[in-house]
Nanobody, 122 residues
Framework: QVQLVESGGGLVQAGGSLRLSCATS????????MGWFRQAPGNEREFVAA????????SYAVSVKGRFTISRDTAKNTVYLQMNSLKPEDMAIYYC???????????????WGQGTQVTVSS
């Protein structure tokens, strides 16, 4: 069993930055791909970014590419999402997930956190 706890969400003005963190429990962190997804009210959950278990491959949604960066720290069992140049349309609950398979597919992930709210004011 893997437990995921997100943090770092909050309120930011458009154009600002936030860094989300996802701390994981257990000693299997390095064996899982890690992903970030988001869900805005009335919308389905959508892929944001992911990083492979080895850290050598990353994948980004077109809407965030060039603005967001995903990274992982194996020593801290933590994955990060650095979000720059935030836009009002980035406002959502952001979820961290762990799993294996295709990086950008929600069905590849077996474990999910509770989410952290990101609010972007215009």
């Amino acid at each position: 069993q893997v437990q995921l706890v997100e943090s770092g969400g909050g309120l930011v003005q458009a154009g600002g930055s936030l860094r989300l963190s996802c701390a994981t429990s257990g000693r299997t962190f390095s064996t899982y791909n890690m992903g970030w997804f988001r869900q805005a009210p009335g919308n389905e959950r959508e892929f944001v970014a992911a990083i492979s278990w080895s850290g050598t491959r990353t994948s980004y949604a077109v809407s965030v590419k060039g603005r967001f960066t995903i990274s992982r720290d194996t020593a801290k069992n933590t994955v990060y999402l650095q979000m720059n140049s935030l836009k009002p349309e980035d406002m959502a609950i952001y979820y961290c997930a762990a799993g294996l398979g295709v990086l950008n597919l929600p069905t590849s992930y077996d474990y999910w956190g509770q989410g952290t709210q990101v609010t972007v004011s215009s």
